[in-house]
Structure formats: structure tokens, C-alpha cells
């Protein structure tokens, strides 16, 4: 009788290992299913990030040709390279600089060729109102001191935002896989045993 008893423990110890094991397969298994899908869509991500920027250089050599909803996304698209552009071109001239309207590379404003493509310059000449401005009270430092005090403000909070944004969604993410486990200890049989024991 005692073997039947010891017997009967011994089988189901040996049932509820046999579970936990299975859960415990499962679990991983679905982990590494649920990671190749995240994979893949990654993937189909940046296939459609080609697709649209070789799309968009199509129809910016004139090959292609767009309408609709599409035209109005390439619309947008160009205004927003316009206005990069206008941007790289004020911080060129920041920088006592000025872009290659070719490739696009920074040079001396000076410079007659540009050394990235060869493309022949056109020579600013200083105005009257720049060179005074060099020479004067220095009202225009000031107000370029201010504009860069307020970027570098601006900036600072944007980053202060994104810090805080990135903090709160780790604590999220550590909240909800502390409780994936306790949902993954609390399907198992035994390991809830062991949990409400302790």
C-alpha cells in the first residue's frame, strides 16, 4: 500500500515536471515564432521604405509620373527637401560657408570649384549691409547669440522630452514582462504550488 501511495506521488511529481516542461517549450517556442514575425515585418518595413524612395526618385528624374494621393505625398516630400536646403544654406553662411547647388557639399565661400564634383562657383560678394554689420555695434552678434541660446534651449528640452519618453516606455515594458512571467508561473500547475506556498 505504501509503494501505491509513494507510486501515485512519484507519478504525479513526474506528470507536473512533464507540464512545467511543456509549458516551459511552449512558452519558447512562441517567443522565437513571435520574434521571426517581428523580424519579418521589420523587414517588409524597409522593403517599403525602398519602394517609396525609389518610387520618389523616379518620379523626381521624370521617368515615372504619380496622382492622386501619391502626388500630393511627393508634393510634400519636395517642399520639405526645399526647406532642408534653405536650412543647409543658412547654416552654411553661419559658418562663413556656402553649398555646392550640385552635390550639395560645404565649402569656403571662395572657393571657385567644388572640390566634390568639379562644379564651377559663383563668387558672393559682400555686401555693403554685412560688411558694416562686421564693423558696427555688434547688434547682429547679439541677435544671432540670442536665435542660438534659444535653438540650443529648444533643443535641450526636445531631448529632455525624448529621455523621458524613452524612460516611461522601459518601465512600461518592464511592467508588462513582469507580468507575462507571473501570468507564464501562474499556467503551470506546480510552479503555482511552489508560488502560493511561499
Given at each position: 500500500m505504501a509503494d501505491d501511495f509513494f507510486g501515485e506521488i512519484g507519478n504525479k511529481f513526474s506528470n507536473a515536471t512533464q507540464n512545467v516542461a511543456n509549458a516551459t517549450t511552449s512558452?519558447?517556442?512562441s517567443t522565437k515564432l513571435n520574434s521571426q514575425i517581428a523580424g519579418e515585418k521589420k523587414d517588409i518595413e524597409k522593403l517599403f521604405y525602398k519602394l517609396g524612395e525609389a518610387t520618389y526618385g523616379k518620379v523626381k528624374e521624370g521617368v515615372a509620373s504619380v496622382d492622386g494621393d501619391l502626388a500630393v505625398i511627393v508634393e510634400e516630400?519636395?517642399?520639405h527637401e526645399e526647406a532642408i536646403a534653405a536650412l543647409k544654406d543658412d547654416?552654411?553662411?553661419v559658418r562663413n560657408k556656402k553649398i555646392c547647388p550640385e552635390c550639395g557639399f560645404e565649402m569656403d565661400r571662395k572657393t571657385p570649384f567644388c572640390p566634390?564634383?568639379?562644379t564651377k562657383q559663383e563668387i558672393p560678394v559682400d555686401e555693403p549691409e554685412e560688411a558694416e554689420a562686421a564693423e558696427g555695434d555688434g547688434e547682429?552678434?547679439?541677435e544671432e547669440a540670442v536665435s542660438l541660446e534659444e535653438v540650443a534651449e529648444d533643443a535641450?528640452?526636445?531631448a529632455g522630452e525624448a529621455f523621458k519618453e524613452a524612460?516611461?516606455?522601459a518601465v512600461a515594458e518592464e511592467e508588462d514582462l513582469a507580468k507575462k512571467v507571473d501570468?507564464?508561473?501562474?499556467s503551470i500547475p506546480a510552479a503555482r504550488d511552489v508560488k502560493d506556498g511561499e
Open positions: 512558452f519558447f517556442s516630400i519636395r517642399a547654416l552654411a553662411k566634390q564634383c568639379g547682429i552678434e547679439i535641450a528640452e526636445d524612460a516611461e516606455k501570468e507564464f508561473i501562474d
